[in-house]
T-cell receptor, first 119, second 108 residues
Framework: GAVVSQHPSWVICKSGTSVKIECRSL??????MFWYRQFPKQSLMLMAT?????????EQGVEKDKFLINHASLTLSTLTVTSAHPEDSSFYIC???????????????FGEGSWLTVV | DAKTTQPPSMDCAEGRAANLPCNHS???????VYWYRQIHSQGPQYIIH???NNETNEMASLIITEDRKSSTLILPHATLRDTAVYYC?????????FGAGTRLTVKP
């Protein structure tokens, strides 16, 4: 089946620094990727939709200048948490569906997730 | 996307079938029902999806009622490794939005 991979699996950074998380589709091209955030004991919250070659679409309440998303190729999207603070510590997850054309029966696959701890 | 309702938690004995219900009474004609599960500290794992007909794969079976207002995910022989949070999602748009899910605990 389709595989989506994230890197790093976990990262610790100092408050005020920036950290980049990569999301790759390993065996398919993904025009669109999605980024989620999950706090402990909570469900996944959609942060933004990443589109190859264009600007990401952010969910209401998500700061686009803080969470920079770049989708430079059909197999890679990156999420950069800028000027990270302890409250940004969370589990970040990406996902993608195969191909370019969307229909609601097109399965979305998720990465393994990336744990971010800001100290 | 249509809202889904799932019980917050369920227990199942190891080796028995686990039947996880999901209500989606406001589902519309072009919306698929998806099931994912999330084992602690991992990304969600795709299980199965369907539109109208019942579906079966190597992991599970999905039973969708004729009026499509509810569905049941069946894990035929639950193992301890099936302990996870199971999410039922009704999707018509480009993205996938998660509710609270059902925490299934498989007990020896």
């Amino acid at each position: 089946g389709a595989v989506v991979s994230q890197h790093p699996s976990w990262v610790i950074c100092k408050s005020g620094t920036s950290v980049k998380i990569e999301c790759r589709s390993l065996d398919f091209q993904a025009t669109t990727m999605f980024w989620y955030r999950q706090f402990p004991k909570q469900s996944l919250m959609l942060m933004a939709t990443s589109n190859e070659g264009s600007k990401a679409t952010y969910e209401q309440g998500v700061e686009k200048d803080k969470f920079l998303i770049n989708h430079a190729s059909l197999t890679l999207s990156t999420l950069t948490v800028t000027s990270a603070h302890p409250e940004d510590s969370s589990f970040y997850i990406c996902s993608a569906y195969r191909g370019q054309a969307f229909y609601s029966g097109n399965t979305i696959y998720f990465g393994e997730g990336s744990w971010l701890t800001v100290v | 996307d249509a809202k889904t309702t799932q019980p917050p938690s369920m227990d199942c004995a190891e080796g028995r079938a686990a039947n996880l219900p999901c209500n989606h009474s406001t589902i519309s004609g072009n919306e698929y029902v998806y099931w994912y599960r999330q084992i602690h500290s991992q990304g969600p794992q795709y299980i199965i999806h369907g539109l109208k007909n019942n579906e079966t794969n190597e992991m599970a079976s999905l039973i969708i009622t004729e009026d499509r207002k509810s569905s049941t995910l069946i894990l035929p022989h639950a193992t301890l490794r099936d302990t996870a949070v199971y999410y039922c999602i009704v999707r018509s748009n480009n993205d996938m939005r998660f509710g609270a899910g059902t925490r299934l605990t498989v007990k020896p």
